[in-house]
């Protein structure tokens, strides 16, 4: 039991980080998606005089918007990972 605990800290896996890996995923999955797929932003810039960057939105939210699907695959991923390791061990 020691050494898996040792082994978890030094590969920098605990719970915490893990739930805010996930949280942090999903969150910025919920809004990349919100901006590319509802007008919110743009009626945002329509409204402050900025229309002009909405040409140029959609390169930055749709890899946006992969890096945070990414970010959470990868969360859970390493959580499961965890687990198993906790329950074999």
């Known amino acids: 039991m020691q050494v898996t605990r040792r082994a978890l800290r030094a590969d920098g896996m605990t719970e915490q980080s893990d739930r805010k890996l996930i949280g942090t995923g999903v969150v910025g999955t919920v809004i990349a998606a919100l901006c590319c797929f509802t007008p919110i932003l743009v009626v945002l810039l329509g409204a402050v005089g900025l229309s002009a960057w909405l040409g140029w939105l959609d390169y930055a939210l749709l890899p946006a ?7 959470t695959v990868y969360a859970v991923w390493r959580r499961q990972r965890r687990q198993t390791t906790r329950t074999d061990g």
Request: glycine letters at 14%; aromatic letters at 28%.
């Open 65 to 71: 918007l992969a890096f945070f699907v990414g970010l």
